[in-house]
């Protein structure tokens, strides 16, 4: 160990993100990012702020983002939320990590599904907050019975990461309910692709004082080089929140980003139009995959998890790495078979299937 480290920072295992290769000539369906720009919107308001010669980058931004928090307050005015009730964080990986910070370190164990996103085990390496895995069903599927065991949180992903499952926001609420004493933290970077409806946990907050929604820019929005990201929950869960991120950072959005957030969150005509093409996409692709032998599992997301009964995964990823096609792959003992696939345009997805009949044809 070398001597000038912090100790803890010698049994970190940090994660590590879906390769950004420098060359732009990948077809990148590794990293769940949107194929199709940001709104217009969000673009003209960065310009606006910028400005003639940038002088007003000279100021701090608003610590509060109020801009930003409006509009998320405006986008769900069926719910009527007040700022009070709204997070904004520097990607949803900064509100993750603040939140597990701020309300999931107690005395007893936090429940996660066994397999999740795998940044959370992390921030609790970090934080030295013990966890407990509970396992999906056979079909990759959170059962809430499950997680009938004394903990002291729980965090899921929904639809969950890598898998792309749905649970239905009723089982979320009932959850919230069974534990009453524990913050329910759920993920929802995905649920913007869930369906025509969009079926949100936000829907449950105003019921429910336990239950933080974290949401992210990144993917439905299109901004994932941006790094916004939001959590709604109880006026006293951000309270927590930001009594945290005003003792790490006061300042995690900067100016460009509060206003191409408040107008990408404005634009919900562009979201409608984006994530109904991405739905489209999944369903022809989840065809084809199905046709060409592959398991997919059925997906609320804008990705598929697949698997081929006669062909390894690895061997597939690296085949498509060669005809420069990026897929994602986790090494784990449930997973080692399965791939991750983003959906893109469809001119993209049409160059994987093709990429991919010929990679198992060749191998027969
Ligand atoms: C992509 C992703 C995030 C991180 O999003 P950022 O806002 O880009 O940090 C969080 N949770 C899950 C499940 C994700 O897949």
């Known amino acids: 160990m070398n001597p000038f480290w912090n100790?803890?920072?010698d049994r970190l295992s940090p994660y590590v993100p879906g390769e950004q290769p420098l060359r732009s000539d990948f077809i990148k369906l590794n990293t769940n990012e949107n194929p199709y720009p940001p709104s217009p919107r969000a673009v003209a308001a960065m310009r606006e702020e910028l400005g003639e010669d940038g002088a007003r980058l000279r100021l701090y931004p608003d610590p509060d983002a109020k801009a930003m928090k409006t509009a998320v307050a405006a986008f769900f005015s069926e719910f009527s939320l007040s700022v009070n009730q709204v997070f904004v964080g520097?990607?949803?990986?900064?509100?993750?990590?603040?939140?597990f910070l701020a309300l999931l370190k107690h005395d007893r164990p936090i429940l996660l599904p066994d397999v999740t996103y795998s940044f959370y085990p992390v921030y609790c390496g970090l934080y030295g907050i013990a966890f407990t895995t509970v396992p999906l069903d056979a079909e990759?599927?959170?059962?809430?019975?499950?997680?009938?065991?004394k903990n002291g949180g729980i965090v899921?992903?929904?639809p969950n990461a890598p898998t792309g499952c749905l649970l239905p926001v009723e089982e979320i609420g009932r959850l919230a309910d069974i534990h009453p004493c524990s913050v329910l933290l759920v993920d929802e970077a995905y649920v913007d692709f869930a369906g025509e409806t969009t079926p949100t946990a936000?829907?449950?907050?105003?019921?429910?004082?336990?239950?933080?929604?974290?949401?992210?820019?990144?993917?439905?929005?299109?901004?994932?080089?941006l790094r916004v990201g939001y959590a709604v929950g109880d006026e006293k869960l951000i309270e927590a929140l930001d009594r945290v991120k005003n003792s790490f950072n006061s300042f995690p959005l900067d100016r460009l980003a509060i206003v191409?957030?408040?107008a990408a969150i404005g634009d919900a005509a562009y979201l409608e139009k984006t994530r109904a093409a991405v739905m489209k996409s999944r369903k022809a692709l989840f065809a084809r995959l199905v046709g060409m032998g592959f398991d997919v599992l059925p997906s609320a997301s804008n990705f598929l998890f697949?698997?081929?009964?006669?062909?390894?995964?690895?061997?597939?990823?690296?085949?498509?790495?060669?005809?420069?096609?990026?897929?994602?792959?986790?090494?784990?003992?449930?997973?080692?078979?399965?791939?991750?696939?983003s959906v893109g345009t469809n001119a993209q997805c049409g160059a994987l299937i093709e990429a991919l009949s010929d990679i198992l044809g060749a191998a027969r």
């Open 7 to 9: 100790p803890l920072v």
């Open 140 to 149: 990759f599927q959170v059962n809430i019975d499950d997680y009938r065991l």
């Open 202 to 225: 936000i829907a449950l907050v105003k019921k429910h004082a336990n239950i933080l929604v974290v949401r992210t820019l990144s993917k439905s929005h299109a901004l994932a080089g």
């Open 90 to 99: 520097n990607g949803s990986d900064e509100v993750l990590a603040i939140a």
């Open 156 to 158: 899921l992903a929904n």
């Open 306 to 341: 697949a698997r081929h009964p006669r062909h390894d995964a690895r061997a597939i990823l690296l085949a498509l790495r060669e005809r420069g096609i990026l897929v994602r792959h986790f090494d784990a003992p449930r997973t080692a078979q399965y791939l991750r696939i």
């Open 260 to 262: 191409a957030a408040a």
